[in-house]
């Protein structure tokens, strides 16, 4: 943003490399601007070109569905306030300028402006109906990786604002729905809750004849907040019991990244690139391709000594395609859940806990597959 030529805009807009904007994206976001010098951020929708690809990734599109149709486009009418996602959006130079820049600080510098914005009195604006595509994350382990920087790095974002959040001028509901609904809700109590409820709680009782957990704990409230989840995807919900499980295992790595977000362990500063496999730029590549064809034609010189970009391009397809040996990473905080889960579920069939017993089963054998590699594309 320091860069002579930032001077003559008043506004920028921000991609990640696997985004693809159609060509009407500024005609459709920067006009919310116009006659509204209070609003810092339009924010466009992500949609996915690999949605159904594999079972990670439909599992992956029934959360993200839930947080653009539901958090972001609440909190955008009713709060004029959301996060900003990083990509796929434009923000007013001088809301970044006047909020103090991108800070490296935490691995969510994306977050932390639209936070700083937001005290600073800027309104933010969300567009449903506005849709960039993308990629979803194909693998366990890239999607473990993300998903832990994005539940540790809220953490720590959340330690260093708290006391500019209390002392802000912003009113009293705002200041307690940053606090208690967008920070403490989703990236702390609810991670907390999952992981200890079903992961500890739930399995240990079924070692101790005196305690037991009503049914409604284990089975009505998880399945109605899963069903709620799941609305805004309507095509999902056949898979809506391996969601409950699956959000069930991810716990473990959302609960691990909050508590090293708090208290500033080694792995809260950990920014990985999230791995993808280019889906969303394959048709760009062959346009590209077709493009140096028909140059190469014009160039008889060039063409006797090079390859094509289309034969270049085949060629690389081809590699791409050819067998290759798949390797299953092991995770053993996953595999000694699953040990402790399935245990639990043939100790409660013994002492006839027929619920407990079926989801116990089905909740270790998620913890099983996770640990042992086997959803999701493996890495070569």
Known sequence: MSCDYVKDYEFVAIFDADFQPNPDFLKLTVPHFKGNPDVGLVQARWSFVNKDENLLTRLQNINLCFHFEVEQQVNGVFLNFFGFNGTAGVWRIKALEESGGWLERTTVEDMDIAVRAHLNGWKFV????????????????????????????????????????????????????????????????????????????????????????PIWVICY??????????????????????????????????????????????????????????????????????????????????????????????????????????????????????FLLLTASARSLLSAHGVHFYFLLFQGLSFLVMGLDLIGEQHN
């Open 126 to 213: 969300f567009l449903n109906d506005v849709r960039v595509l993308c990629e979803l994350p194909e693998s366990y382990e890239a999607y473990k990786k993300q998903q832990h920087r994005w539940h540790s790095g809220p953490m720590q974002l959340f330690r260093l604002c708290l006391p500019d959040i209390i002392t802000s001028k912003i009113s009293a509901w705002k200041k307690a729905n940053m606090i208690f609904l967008f920070f403490l809700l989703r990236k702390l109590i609810l991670p907390f809750y999952s992981f200890t409820l079903f992961c500890i709680i739930l399995p240990l009782t079924m070692f101790i004849p005196e305690a037991e957990l």
């Open 221 to 338: 409230v998880p399945i109605f907040m899963s069903f709620l989840n799941i609305l805004p995807a309507l095509k999902s919900v056949p898979f809506l019991v391996p969601y409950l499980l699956f959000e069930n295992t991810m716990s473990v790595t959302k609960f691990n990244a909050m508590i090293s977000g708090l208290f500033q362990l080694g792995s809260a500063y950990e920014w990985v690139v999230t791995k993808k496999t280019g889906r969303s730029s394959e048709s760009d590549l062959l346009a590209f391709a077709e493009r140096e064809q028909k140059a190469s034609n014009e160039d008889k010189i060039s063409r006797r000594h090079s390859e094509s970009g289309l034969e270049l391009f085949s060629k690389l397809k081809e590699t791409d395609s050819s067998p290759a040996k798949k390797r299953n990473r092991i995770y053993r905080k996953e595999l000694a859940l699953a």
